[in-house]
């Protein structure tokens, strides 16, 4: 009996030792230590870091075997609801909202401010980007992304190419259009296509606006969810146009082989500059900044630009971007491309609330 | 036929069949609790608890920081005051009508194949009726595009007879798309309950209705249908009440004209964050359904609809 135990203690031990032995054979690689716990980004589809190592390269080229030791993703299709994930209490170490939202965010005090010393390519993010993430003389974001909004059609289905955003009430496309079930982007689409300005609506506005939005009712094919399903209606042929559709969407159809034009209407691309921010409860800072600078890294942005066609923050990125890319969409010159966009105005909590209302109204419309 | 197997016991009381002999020795009020309590826990943790929760939160100025603690009847306010809101609501209460109508009517025949007709081949067409509900409920609601598509199977059809030389779109995201692809997705749910219902008939019922020199269909009016109520008043409860707070099938086919009150509710909390506007909908929805569903129950109990003999 007694032997027996002492056998099975040496085993015991002997099994331990061996365990042990793995676990510090299979530490991670070197730099920081393991976490206790992975960073968790709150981050849009599509550009989850585990599935598109290719855009955080030297942050993935570093941790790529043991990445989900590293970083957990939380993905969200639309900025509400990545606004509304938060402020409901979920935990995320790194967000990453668009700018219309940046303020939101500030006012709410989910964000600590960026130290911009320890981002090594900060000097090669233009001032009209960065101005926009900083916020009582700090800087909140890390501008990342910018996009165009503009319409997306399928030019061998329809007669004519819409030239305007006021094109979407054309009857000669009824029943082809689909917009983005969002209310901030479908009111500035009604916006500039009724010449009104985005900065300071008055209640007669919002009144018009809604008005013309239950207008475009008889034109809709349906609202679109997110970017799959834009792609989606648009590649089957049931929707000709897709309003307020990004690069992205073009690139993708243009990919498999779609005819698809990308129209920039006579009033103007709609603009917005997506960013990263640090939340409040960040407790991993180096390992943040890593990140960060991994993010806006050239090489990351380029492969970003080259993927999805998206602008990048850091414009040093140009030059490894596919030469196509940035004469189809102007990025040659920037104060030329930006000249032709009007950008989201920033939303406060009650113009949030406002346009969320304006759109359950329409949408509930008969 | 029950009174057959029926056992009188010493004292010359009767039981239901069964109870008697297993559960000898525990009291009555004993087994009663055993038999009710795991149920009861069910519906206090997943039912009452959020049930109250949900009044709360409908009262609430905000659903969180400081304004959660602020009594508020903002969102009733709201609601009586938006016509949207109640727009919403009786669409969603006509299109769950619809669907319950249609459901029931195309679930009849099918249930009364079954019990009547269907013989050895029974338990095969019970399986063959559940099978698609083994299929995720997003991908059958998708599963509708292939036919209803503009270049799917009936305007390929169409288009192949002559009848028309243009797709005709709009016919996935509409009103109408939803009700089709619900009538679908509940026929299962409708047909089983009938099925019940008709199987439970005896057929002596029916060979004493011919003996009496009925016809088929007067047998049917006078003895099977007005049986078969308690299966076509479950049916009807199964489909109702589960469309009424119906998003994810409107959010898919319904189109701009398609939506329905759980498509706004669902804005409410996941993107609105106006909780206590959404818990009040959710509130708004249950009373609506609730009261007509408890007149309907006390007339059928009245008229003895429900069965039962009591």
């Known amino acids: 009996m007694k032997i027996y135990r002492f056998h099975a203690v040496i085993l015991l031990t002997a099994l331990l030792a061996t365990l042990l032995a793995g676990c510090s054979a299979g530490a991670g690689p070197q730099g920081i230590d393991k976490p206790e716990k992975p960073l968790v980004i709150l981050e849009w589809t599509g550009y989850e870091i585990n599935e598109y190592p290719q855009f955080f390269v030297p942050f993935t080229d570093k941790y790529g075997n043991n990445l989900k030791d590293y970083v957990s993703v939380s993905v969200f299709g639309d900025d509400a609801e990545a606004f509304s994930k938060i402020q409901t209490g979920f935990n995320a170490d790194i967000v990453h909202p668009c700018s219309s939202w940046w303020g939101l965010y500030v006012e709410a005090g989910l964000l600590q401010p960026i130290d911009t010393s320890r981002l090594s390519n900060w000097d090669d993010i233009p001032d009209v980007f960065r101005n926009q993430g900083e916020y009582n003389g700090k800087q909140y974001f890390v501008p990342w992304d910018w996009y165009y909004e503009a319409l997306l059609v399928r030019q061998d289905l329809v007669k004519e190419l819409p030239s305007s955003w006021a094109d979407l009430?054309?009857?000669?496309?009824?029943?082809?259009?689909?917009?983005?079930?969002?209310?901030?982007?479908?009111?500035?689409?009604?916006?500039?296509?009724?010449?009104?300005?985005?900065?300071?609506?008055?209640?007669?506005?919002?009144?018009?606006?809604?008005?013309?939005?239950?207008?475009?009712?008889?034109?809709?094919?349906?609202?679109?969810?997110?970017?799959?399903?834009?792609?989606?209606?648009?590649?089957?042929?049931?929707?000709?146009?897709?309003?307020?559709?990004?690069?992205?969407?073009?690139?993708?159809?243009?990919?498999?082989?779609?005819?698809?034009?990308?129209?920039?209407?006579?009033?103007?691309?709609?603009?917005?500059?997506?960013?990263?921010?640090?939340?409040?409860?960040?407790t991993q800072l180096d390992l943040t900044y890593e990140f960060l600078n991994a993010a806006i890294d050239v090489q990351s942005m380029a492969n970003f630009t080259n993927e999805y066609w998206y602008g990048a923050a850091n414009t040093k990125s140009i030059d490894l971007v596919d030469a196509d890319i940035v004469k189809t969409l102007g990025f040659t010159d920037l104060d030329y491309a930006l000249a032709h966009t009007t950008w989201y105005p920033p939303l406060t909590a009650e113009r949030r609330d406002q346009l969320s209302d304006l759109w359950n109204e329409v949408k509930a419309a008969p | 036929m029950t009174t057959l197997n029926r056992k009188q016991d010493s004292a010359g009381k009767t039981n239901r069949p069964g109870t008697e002999t297993k559960l000898a020795g525990i009291p009555r009020t004993g087994q009663l609790v055993m038999l009710v309590a795991p149920a009861a826990l069910w519906l206090i943790f997943l039912l009452i608890l959020p049930l109250i929760t949900l009044v709360?939160?409908?009262?609430?100025?905000?659903?969180?920081?400081?304004?959660?603690?602020?009594?508020?009847?903002?969102?009733?306010?709201?609601?009586?005051r938006n016509s949207a809101y109640q727009r919403l609501m009786l669409r969603s209460l006509w299109i769950s009508l619809l669907v319950s109508f249609f459901t029931i009517l195309l679930s009849y025949p099918l249930a009364y194949y079954m019990a009547f007709h269907g013989g050895q081949k029974q338990s095969l067409m019970l399986n063959l009726l559940i099978i698609p509900a083994w299929t995720s409920f997003l991908l059958r609601v998708l599963a509708w595009r292939v036919i209803l598509g503009s270049s799917g199977l009936l305007n390929t059809f169409l288009l192949w007879i002559g009848l028309i030389n243009q797709p005709i779109t709009g016919l996935f995201y509409s009103q109408t798309a939803v009700v089709i692809t619900l009538i679908y997705i509940w026929i299962p749910f409708a047909a089983l309950p009938i099925y019940v219902a008709l199987q439970r008939i005896e057929p002596g019922l029916?060979?004493?209705?011919?003996?009496?020199?009925?016809?088929?269909?007067?047998?049917?009016?006078?003895?099977?249908?007005?049986?078969?109520?308690?299966?076509?008043?479950?049916?009807?409860?199964?489909?109702?009440?589960?469309?009424?707070?119906?998003?994810?099938?409107?959010?898919?086919?319904?189109?701009?004209?398609?939506?329905?009150?759980?498509?706004?509710?669902?804005?409410?909390?996941?993107?609105?964050?106006?909780?206590?506007?959404?818990?009040?909908?959710?509130?708004?929805?249950?009373?609506?359904?609730?009261?007509?569903?408890?007149?309907a129950a006390r007339v059928a109990q009245k008229s003895g609809a429900l069965g039962g003999g009591r």
């Open chain 2, 206 to 295: 029916l060979e004493a209705a011919s003996d009496l020199g009925s016809r088929p269909w007067q047998a049917f009016l006078k003895v099977t249908f007005p049986l078969s109520i308690p299966g076509i008043l479950a049916g009807f409860l199964f489909v109702f009440i589960p469309t009424v707070g119906e998003y994810v099938t409107p959010a898919m086919v319904g189109g701009p004209n398609g939506l329905m009150i759980g498509n706004i509710i669902w804005d409410q909390f996941s993107r609105g964050l106006d909780w206590p506007m959404g818990a009040t909908l959710s509130l708004a929805i249950l009373v609506a359904v609730l009261i007509p569903l408890v007149l």
């Open chain 2, 56 to 80: 709360m939160l409908s009262f609430q100025k905000s659903a969180f920081g400081p304004d959660s603690t602020v009594f508020s009847l903002n969102s009733y306010i709201e609601f009586f």
């Open chain 1, 169 to 282: 009430w054309d009857p000669q496309y009824a029943g082809h259009v689909s917009i983005w079930d969002n209310g901030e982007v479908s009111y500035a689409a009604t916006a500039l296509a009724l010449g009104i300005s985005l900065k300071n609506p008055t209640p007669a506005d919002d009144k018009l606006i809604k008005q013309k939005l239950i207008e475009l009712k008889p034109n809709l094919l349906t609202y679109w969810l997110d970017y799959t399903q834009a792609i989606e209606l648009s590649a089957s042929g049931d929707a000709w146009i897709i309003a307020n559709a990004w690069q992205d969407t073009f690139a993708s159809l243009l990919d498999e082989g779609y005819d698809v034009a990308y129209v920039e209407p006579k009033e103007g691309y709609l603009a917005g500059v997506c960013g990263y921010a640090i939340t409040t409860n960040n």
